[in-house]
């Protein structure tokens, strides 16, 4: 399992190096503070991912036998090593660089999973993600979004941090054994921002051609968002939990359900259906 592992991670960096890396100019190894920029919605979608790679290694460990504390561990070592190899290929390129923010969220989100693992032996905190295909009515923004966030729907989905939501979500009995709760019974707390179309202000140069966009009167806020889930792991039906539950709990999606949205605005919004 282990040499299966490498494998894919490998053969997957040496792709997203050819597909991706291989565009841009590279040069000597540098650093890049980045930690500031989209609100920290990007720093949030390590963690999220560092939590998922270290969940999906760890379970590979545990059906090839390994005990559940040593597949976590395990598990979130693979999940730091592999993001960290992309912030070395990050590093070696002259549009980036080494990212010491990146590499703190990784790290964060490969323990949260491994240290409930090792402390409960189960997920009582999952981390999960949402995003929705976002319309950009104004053709400046439009132009705009499609050239920062891509035109296609899996890249909107993975890209455009105005669209994203990522969540902790608690399962309470898990905290309440005796109380006679759901243990299905989830509250999400998530977070997300809005009306960023640069990394750090509302204002670029269009590189295709050469017009200065001044875009400082679109306020960008950050979003907190409170909302219940459900633990898809918890459901059974005869004693067993539905092959489709599992493997939709194992992406970690946060439900669609009504949700409450307190923003740096000052505003306070209610979402019939949130996602």
Not at 96 to 111: P, R, Y
Not at 143 to 155: A, D, H, N, S, V
Request: aromatic content about 16%.
């Amino acid at each position: 399992m282990s040499a299966s592992q490498a494998a894919l991670w490998t053969g997957s960096l040496i792709a997203l190096n050819n597909a991706w890396y291989s565009q841009y100019p590279r040069g000597p190894f540098q650093l890049y503070n980045d930690s500031k920029e989209w609100q920290q919605i990007d720093k949030v979608g390590h963690a999220y991912s560092a939590y998922w790679m270290a969940q999906f290694s760890s379970s590979l460990f545990r059906w090839s036998g390994i005990t559940r504390k040593k597949a976590a561990i395990y598990g979130a070592g693979m999940g730091i090593a592999y993001l960290s190899v992309i912030e070395i290929l990050d590093g070696f390129s002259t549009e980036w660089g080494f990212s010491l923010a990146d590499m703190a969220a990784n790290t964060g989100g490969s323990l949260l999973y491994a240290s409930q693992e090792y402390l409960w032996q189960e997920q009582r905190i999952q981390f999960k993600f949402s995003s929705h295909l976002r319309q950009y009515s104004d053709p400046e923004l439009a132009l705009r979004t499609q050239q920062k966030f891509g035109k296609f729907i899996p890249e909107r989905i993975l890209k455009d941090y105005n669209a994203q939501s990522y969540w902790l979500s608690i399962n309470l009995k898990s905290f309440a054994p005796n109380s006679k709760l759901p243990a299905w019974l989830n509250v999400a707390i998530g977070y997300g921002a809005d009306n960023m179309y640069g990394g750090y202000e509302n204002q670029w140069l269009d590189k295709n051609t050469g017009i200065y966009h001044d875009r400082r009167d679109i306020v960008r806020y950050r979003q907190l968002f409170f909302s219940p889930d459900i633990d898809l792991s918890k459901i059974k039906i005869h004693g067993k939990t539905p092959t489709v539950c599992k493997v939709l709990n194992g992406l970690k999606l946060k439900f669609p359900l009504p949700t409450l949205e307190i923003n740096s605005l000052g505003k306070l919004r209610t979402h019939l259906i949130y996602f």
